[in-house]
């Protein structure tokens, strides 16, 4: 579940509490006047927020307590924004044909493949308990440096693979790709 907090500024984020029903014909009216505005943006300014929350859990390896709730908080956001571009950003392009479909296909595989998470939670666990050996600790910083490492290419390979062909929509698809947005991300994207 996407909360207020992946949500960018510029965005009136109390339209998402207590409007259901109203905000999404709002939204619709000014995102479909002007399709170009905002497509891909907020998805831009989320993944970019991904990778200095990432960076900013490396940074707190003193404190394994902090690390571990930063780490679990990130990853459980991460989840569902791979959840969101599987289900409805992706799944458009892959429908309609868009775009490179097999790094399409390579970027939902490696959604369903991201390395690591329970060792680092593991890990992450026995440092808090103040049992890991330095062994252990190292071991684990260096898996989340490697799960950072891969989320980073990810974020860059969706970028290079999705933002072109998004911002190059006709006015007819970008309605088809609006209708596979669930109502919190119809709101956002
Ligand atoms: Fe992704
Ligand atoms: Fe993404």
Redesign the pocket.
């Known amino acids: 579940m996407t909360t207020s907090d992946d949500l960018p500024a510029s965005l009136t984020v109390p339209y998402l509490v207590g409007k259901a029903g109203s905000y999404k014909d709002e939204a619709a009216t000014a995102v479909v006047e002007d399709p170009k505005e905002g497509r891909a943006k907020n ?1 831009l300014w ?2 970019d927020r ?1 990778r200095t929350q990432a960076t900013a859990f490396l940074d707190l390896k003193e404190d394994p307590s902090k690390q571990m709730a930063a780490f679990a908080k990130f990853h459980k956001k991460l989840e569902s ?2 959840e969101f ?1 599987d289900t409805q950003l992706f799944k458009f392009f892959v429908d309609a044909k868009i775009g490179n479909q097999d790094t399409l296909e390579e970027l939902q595989k490696q959604h369903g493949n991201i390395r690591l998470v329970s060792e680092i939670t593991e890990g992450l666990d026995k440092m808090v308990a103040g049992s890991a050996s330095d062994e252990e600790k190292a071991a684990t910083q260096e898996k989340l440096e490697a799960y950072v490492k891969d989320l980073m290419a ?2 860059d390979l ?1 970028e290079k693979t999705i933002t072109g062909p998004w911002m190059q929509l006709t006015p007819e698809q970008y309605k088809t790709y609006r209708s596979y947005l669930s109502w919190m991300y119809w709101f956002m994207y």
Do not use: D, G, P
């Open positions: 998805w989320v993944h991904y924004h791979s571009e990810h974020l969706e």
